[in-house]
Structures are given as structure tokens and as C-alpha cells.
């Protein structure tokens, strides 16, 4: 069993709730715990350093504080808390005006930040602490023939952490692959979606997330596996019906956050998988793997044989 | 006598954390290039940090190009003097808000509900943070936002309520730390 601390960010508790709860589900067999920091605030994201720097900083630095008293390495499925997290920590290292005022204003709430705390992606630590081999061999529904384009996004990959290719990405194709599926070629894989600025500027974001569904359909997705953002899951799947009104198109592609599709392929069932929660139903183009000989739950007509 | 100077337009920025490369750009313009929303700036990156080497406060602050960054890092990712054009783009909005500045955007709005909305409950509160932006918009937008609302609400997306937490106290006390200089 793998220890880490974990912080959800705040769109999990709402927009994010599917993907929050498959990663909820998964984690036992993966052998991973996720610790969630007690009573923590938000990371203030993209927006707030449009506000007032410091004053971000120092918010962002509240969340490292608390992780660092674990003496674990912070997880965080949001890429937007994600660049934000390691942005504060690097920052804090170089400009030491910042990190002085920013050690003020824990000190003044009682809190201390030594710069410790690595700041990890939780499909990073999928891809590299659990990897793709053991993921593979726990797998006992494979998503065979399942075309999927794997959508990374942006702030998971850039600006720089050091892991995957910041313009071309593969960890999700990686992991799609290990699960049985198919990832096509997907050029768009690391584009915006757009979804900070979507509720501002909303047609901006629209033509966005337009552009990413034409590129996985147009390359013969049959659905998409997202990152676990919460903010690139909605995009996504919740604006998706926006897109077709806009652009009179017809997309109905599913997008599987990463945790769902993993569920789905180590044999969960479709609430656990927390399929219920997506907008975009991918009921029908799962039906076959759920009703294949390890399905359960999902399989009415075997549970009144058994009951 | 004694003059203090004013420190320069381009001093203020570099002085934001992250932005002190500012003065290494070459205008080789890869940001512009790069920029995932460029199509939409009036001046697009590369201008921008030109003009505001030239001084040129009032036209970049007053314009909404720099609101159209949406942190996507592709211009940061490829920059050849790493000089994090993304942060220049915020630290010019914050400069914006905090010194009047009327950009013709509504993103300016939308930044200040969501800080508020940290203010107030310590966590982004969707639900609220939302519903304040369109009443101090254009509530009939919202309208075009409705279906999607239903249906995050519908799919046990969207909590009604807000849940504040303790550490919001922590997080003002903290702003307030910040705004009045320390303990110094």
C-alpha cells in the first residue's frame, strides 16, 4: 500500500463529483491511499493570481503547509491545483521577497511551509508509482476494440514538470492501451479546453471545445478518456450539448475520466464507476463490456437468478 | 531636494513574482504564435509585453487582450528565454483591477466573484460564485446556461448550498497579513 496526501480541490465537491468518486474507487485496488488534508481551502487556481500574487501564493502555500505536516507526497487529481501547487513551490524557492511575505502570513495564522512537499498528478502517480504493467495485470474486463482518444489537457502537462511531453503527451494513451483499449491518434491531446474563461467568455470556449470533439471524432474515437481535471471533464461532457447547439453538430462521445475507464476495466460496476454521473451517457457503448461474463451488478437477469 | 522616482511601468511588472525575465524577450513572438486564444487580442502577447517596455501603461491595462489568457502555459512552454509570458498576462490583470482600470471584459467581474467566493467560504462555491457573476453581468445569460445547469443538477453536479469551511478564517487573516505589510 502506497500513502500519499491527497487534495481534492474544490470542483471535485461539485462539477467533479463523478471523477472524484471513480477515483475513490479505484484507489483500494491500486493499492493506493489517499489521505485528504483536513479542513483545506481552495488553491486559488488560474483567477486569483489575476487578482493579487502574493495574496495567491499565500493561499496555495496554506495547502502545502498542511500537506507537509503528513510528510507526504500531495496528490491532486485537478490540474488546475496541480500547476498552481507547483508553481507556489517553485516560485518560493527563487523569489525570496515572495516567500518572505508568504511565511509571514502563515506564521500569523500559526502555520510554517519548509518547501518540502513534492506536488504530483494523480495520473502521474497512476502512470508511474502503480505503472501500466501492474495496472494491466489487474485488469479483468478489458476494454477491447474500444477506440479512445486521450484527452491530457493542458496544465497537467505544462508549464514544465518534468515527466511527459509537454506538446505530445502518452501517459493516457499508455494506460488506455494497458486497460485493452485503443487510443487513435489524437493531435489535439494537449490543447485548452477553454474552461477556465468558459463562464466569461463562453463562445471562446465553445469554438475550444468544439475544435477537441471534432479532433477525436474525426479520427475515429468512439469516446474520449480524459484526465481527471474536473474543469476539462465538464468541458467536455457537460458543455458538449452546448457545442452541438452552436455548431448544429451531432457529438454524443462519452468522456471517460481516466479513473472511470480503469473502474470499468478492473471490473467495478457502472455507479462505482461513477458512469451515472457523466452527462454524456456512455451506457450503450459500454453495454457489451458490462454484459461480458465478469459483469455483475449490471446484469439484472443474473441477480434475480441468484436471488 | 529629494525626488523619490515612481518606479517605471515595466519596474511594477517585473517586480511581480514570476515576471522579472520580462526585460530578456527577444519579440521573436512564439507566445503570439503559440497563443491558444490569439485570434481574440487586440495586441496579441508578443505586443503586449513590447508596450509595456515602451511604458505604454494605459493602453495595455485598458484593453481586454490580456484577458483573453486562459493558462493553458503553451506560449511558457515554448518561450526561448523562459520569461513565463502566461504570468505577465496575470500580473498585468491584477495591475488592471487594483489601480481602476476599466478593461471592456467581463472576465474582471468574473475574477472578482470567484476571489470573493474563496473569501466567503475558504472553497469555490460553483453554484454562487456563478449565480453572482450573471446578476452582476447580464442575468439573461445565464439563461443560455440554464439547460447545462439542469443537467449538472440533475446528475448530483451541481450543490446548491455552500459549504464554507473553517480555514476560510485562516485564508482572511492571511489577506489581511499580506495587505497591511506583516508584522514588520
Known amino acids: ?307 | 531636494m529629494e525626488t523619490k522616482l515612481k518606479p517605471s511601468f515595466l519596474d511594477e511588472v517585473a517586480s511581480v513574482p514570476a515576471c522579472g525575465k520580462i526585460n530578456e524577450c527577444v519579440q521573436c513572438g512564439v507566445c503570439s504564435g503559440s497563443c491558444t486564444t490569439a485570434a481574440h487580442w487586440e495586441h496579441p502577447p508578443r505586443k503586449i509585453i513590447a508596450m509595456v517596455r515602451a511604458g505604454m501603461k494605459d493602453e495595455v491595462l485598458n484593453s481586454s487582450s490580456i484577458w483573453y489568457c486562459v493558462s493553458c502555459y503553451l506560449c511558457t512552454a515554448r518561450c526561448p528565454r523562459d520569461i513565463k509570458p502566461a504570468n505577465i498576462m496575470h500580473a498585468l490583470e491584477a495591475i488592471a483591477l487594483n489601480e481602476g482600470y476599466k478593461p471592456p471584459t467581463k472576465t474582471t467581474t468574473m475574477y472578482r466573484s470567484f476571489a470573493r467566493s474563496i473569501e466567503q467560504n475558504g472553497r469555490i462555491y460553483e453554484f454562487g460564485f456563478m449565480l453572482e457573476y450573471f446578476l452582476k453581468t447580464n442575468p439573461f445569460a445565464a439563461l443560455r446556461m440554464l439547460p447545462m445547469a439542469f443537467s449538472l443538477l440533475t446528475h448530483k453536479r451541481m450543490p446548491l448550498l455552500p459549504k464554507a469551511v473553517k480555514g476560510r478564517h485562516q485564508l482572511n487573516q492571511m489577506f489581511h497579513n499580506i495587505t497591511t505589510g506583516g508584522s514588520r
Open chain 1, 1 to 307: 500500500m502506497r500513502y500519499y496526501a491527497y487534495y481534492p480541490g474544490c470542483s471535485m465537491e461539485a462539477t467533479g463529483a463523478p471523477v472524484e468518486k471513480a477515483i475513490k474507487a479505484i484507489a483500494k485496488p491500486l493499492d493506493i491511499e489517499l489521505m485528504e488534508l483536513e479542513d483545506w481551502t481552495c488553491c486559488g487556481s488560474s483567477p486569483f493570481s489575476g487578482v493579487d500574487k502574493v495574496k495567491a501564493m499565500a493561499i496555495t502555500a496554506r495547502v502545502l503547509a498542511q500537506a507537509e505536516k503528513t510528510g507526504l507526497d500531495l496528490v491532486t487529481p485537478c490540474s488546475s491545483c496541480y500547476t498552481i501547487l507547483h508553481e507556489a513551490n517553485e516560485l518560493m524557492k527563487d523569489d525570496h521577497k515572495l516567500a518572505w511575505q508568504v511565511h509571514e502570513a502563515l506564521t500569523s495564522v500559526g502555520l510554517n511551509y519548509n518547501g518540502t512537499v513534492k506536488v504530483r498528478h494523480i495520473v502521474e502517480v497512476i502512470y508511474n508509482d502503480v505503472g501500466v504493467e501492474a495496472l494491466a495485470a489487474k485488469v479483468k474486463r478489458p476494454m477491447t476494440g474500444l477506440k479512445v482518444a486521450c484527452y491530457h489537457g493542458c496544465q497537467q502537462v505544462r508549464p514544465e514538470y518534468g515527466y511527459d511531453d509537454r506538446e505530445y503527451p502518452d501517459w493516457l494513451d499508455r494506460i488506455s492501451k494497458a486497460l485493452g483499449a485503443e487510443p487513435v491518434n489524437y493531435p489535439l491531446k494537449a490543447r485548452c479546453c477553454g474552461s477556465s474563461l468558459v463562464i466569461s467568455e463562453t463562445d471562446m470556449a465553445l469554438d475550444l471545445i468544439h475544435k477537441l470533439l471534432e479532433n477525436a471524432a474525426d479520427n475515429g474515437a468512439q469516446a474520449i478518456v480524459s484526465t481527471t481535471c474536473p474543469l476539462c471533464h465538464t468541458a467536455l461532457d457537460a458543455y458538449q450539448s452546448a457545442v452541438n447547439g452552436k455548431y448544429k453538430s451531432h457529438f454524443n462521445l462519452p468522456v471517460l475520466a481516466v479513473p472511470q475507464i480503469i473502474a470499468v476495466a478492473l471490473g467495478l460496476d457502472f455507479k462505482q464507476a461513477a458512469l451515472d454521473g457523466n452527462i454524456v451517457s456512455p451506457r450503450k457503448l459500454l453495454s457489451p463490456y458490462f454484459n461480458g461474463r465478469t459483469a455483475d451488478s449490471d446484469a439484472p437477469a443474473q441477480k434475480a437468478a441468484a436471488g
